[in-house]
């Protein structure tokens, strides 16, 4: 069954620091996202990337945080300049879209020290 | 603003019981209903996806329903086993590509 594959599984960075989060989507899906959940609380959206751009995103995706699709495969998150409270489990998913369910990474376990 | 409630927010069980897991939305207008399975420090799993227009979806064990026009679903988990101890959860997709999920029910089944 296709998967959405993300690297790293655990990232440890120190605050201040630039992170990029990788991730290959499903090679027929049209939608791609990010999500991230903090520990212990709800999984939350950041934003959806469809035709080369961003669709939608959500109050938390501010200047700090960019997407990318550099080549036909991979979708990656960068976060600028990381604070403490990055600190959660960033999840990559991708859809064909119109409704038909979401596919999910493993996530990147992402701590910032 | 959708708001997605999950109740119980803890489940225990002995092995073999038959049992329900309820989620609730705010905003009736959806495309889509989807439960996930999460072990924890884990992904999210897919396990059923109802579209707006079903009623309910079977894989195996599971069954899940919608009433979409008061705001509900519930997860039927027949016979319950250990391996299914996890955290489920519940989320919707409503006017965008966006999901909002619940916080999820926490079970153990316990052998």
């Known amino acids: 069954e296709p998967e959405v594959t993300q690297t790293p599984s655990h990232q440890v960075t120190q605050m201040g620091q630039e992170v990029i989060l990788r991730c290959v989507p499903i090679s027929n899906h049209l939608y791609f996202y990010w999500y991230r959940q903090i520990l212990g609380q709800k999984v939350e959206f950041l934003v959806s990337?469809?035709?080369?751009?961003?669709?939608?995103k959500s109050e938390i995706f501010d200047d700090q945080f960019s997407v990318e699709r550099p080549d036909g495969s991979n979708f990656t998150l960068k976060i600028r300049s990381t604070k403490l409270e990055d600190s959660a489990m960033y999840f990559c998913?991708?859809?064909?879209?119109?409704?038909?369910?979401?596919?999910f990474g493993s996530g990147t376990r992402l701590t910032v020290v | 603003k959708q708001e997605v409630t999950q109740i119980p927010a803890a489940l225990s069980v002995p092995e073999g019981e038959n049992l329900v897991l309820n989620c609730s939305f705010t905003d009736s207008a959806i495309y889509n209903l989807q439960w996930f399975r999460q072990d924890p420090g884990k992904g999210l799993t897919s396990l059923l996806l109802?579209?707006?227009?079903?009623r309910e979806q079977t894989s195996g064990r599971l069954n899940a329903s919608l009433d979409k026009s008061s705001g509900r679903s519930t997860l039927y988990i027949a016979a319950s086993q250990p391996g299914d101890s996890a955290t489920y959860l519940c989320a919707v997709q409503g006017g965008s590509e966006k999901l909002v999920f619940g916080k999820g029910t926490k079970l153990t089944v316990n052998p």
């Open positions: 998913a991708s859809s064909e879209g119109g409704g038909l369910g979401y596919t």
């Open positions: 109802i579209q707006s227009s079903q």
């Open positions: 990337f469809y035709n080369n751009e961003i669709s939608e």
